[in-house]
């Protein structure tokens, strides 16, 4: 039985793969997707939800729009790295897929609300809708089997020397989340820093030479270019890009791509330097229960040979 899937994202390069790989995946079914502001705005992010499920030819599945900023924080962007439309280095055509005409909020209820069994998020950008959900129908998360998210990290955040992007930009909203008593994947940057598409895995997608490689191969060309070095690989100053998002995904398909462990993770929201740190209690330091399976190895290679395969499957 394929599990049902809540989407919700906030593309963005590596949610875009993320993207590919769900709805092409045999194991999952896409039931929404839902957008957050974060790489880009929400107006941004929802076209460039948009326009990915146009140029794919998936025209049947909803997209409806997410908030437009965290909780109580003002909006950070990311457009250093995703560009001006928040997914620079392609042109992905004239979007045919329509805006859901209703919100974030009102679809993932009534999905969750009409769901026969429990259904699984994949998060991939910051936590504010899923907050939100949390927030507005706390009854509701009994019908979440788990949350599978790319954010936070244990060690070396990439967006303050202490946190991560997606966590970064809605702090107490990643709180609300960890804190929520649904269990919790989490792909944070210790492992989706070891999920790096080298320039040969770039070539080989643009081998396979169909239109969806093409443009995939080139918004992998801006990414790489875009990313900044991670200063622990063997070659750091190779330009390469980590495909993040596309971990959270992955993980669901096939848990043998990554190695994991339970443990208990919290989020700082007001330290001096540490805001927006998911504290990683890989030692079991606090007491407190594990709430999380915080993943730390993957097989590279096999996990890009999903990704090749997702882009060959939207000929
Ligand atoms: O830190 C990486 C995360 O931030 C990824 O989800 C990327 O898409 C950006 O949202
Ligand atoms: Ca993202």
């Keep these: 039985m394929r599990k049902p899937i809540i989407f919700d994202c906030d593309p963005g390069h590596d949610d875009a793969i993320a993207l590919l790989l769900a709805l092409s995946s045999e194991q999952l079914d896409v039931k929404l997707i839902t957008t957050a502001a974060g790489n880009q705005t929400q107006d941004k992010t929802i076209l460039n939800a948009r326009k990915l499920l146009s140029f794919i030819g998936v025209h049947h599945v ?24 928040g997914l620079d280095g392609a042109d992905l055509g004239v979007p045919i897929v ?13 999905i969750l609300l009409n769901a026969e069994g429990k259904m699984t998020i994949i998060a991939t950008g910051p936590l504010t809708n899923v907050a939100i959900l949390f927030l507005a129908y706390p009854e509701l998360k009994e019908k979440i089997e788990c949350i599978s998210l790319m954010g936070g990290c244990g060690f070396g955040g990439n967006w303050t020397p202490a946190a991560e992007f997606n966590i970064y930009v809605d702090p107490e909203a990643a709180d609300i989340v960890f804190r929520s008593g649904v269990p919790i994947i989490m792909s944070g940057l210790d492992v989706t820093h070891k999920a790096q598409i080298l320039k040969e895995d770039i070539e080989r997608i643009r081998r396979i030479d169909n239109k969806t490689s093409r443009v995939i191969a080139s918004l992998l060309d801006f990414f790489s270019e875009n990313s900044p070095p991670y200063y622990l690989s063997k070659e750091p100053h190779i330009k390469t890009a980590h495909l993040h998002d596309p971990c959270a995904v992955a993980y669901l398909i096939d848990q043998t791509l990554f190695q994991g462990i339970d443990c208990y993770v919290g989020i ?23 709430n999380v399976k915080f993943l730390f190895d993957i097989d590279r290679e096999r996990f890009i040979d999903r990704i090749v395969s997702a882009i060959k499957y939207f000929r």
């Design 98 to 110: 329509e805006e859901s005409n209703r919100s974030a909020l009102e679809a993932m209820r009534s």
């Design 62 to 85: 909803e997209i409806a729009r997410g908030a437009e900023k965290p909780i109580v924080r003002e909006l950070i962007i990311a457009d250093n790295i995703h560009g001006e439309t």
């Design 268 to 290: 700082e929201t007001s330290g001096r330097l540490t805001t927006g740190c998911t504290v990683v209690d890989i030692n079991r330091r606090s007491g407190m229960e594990s």
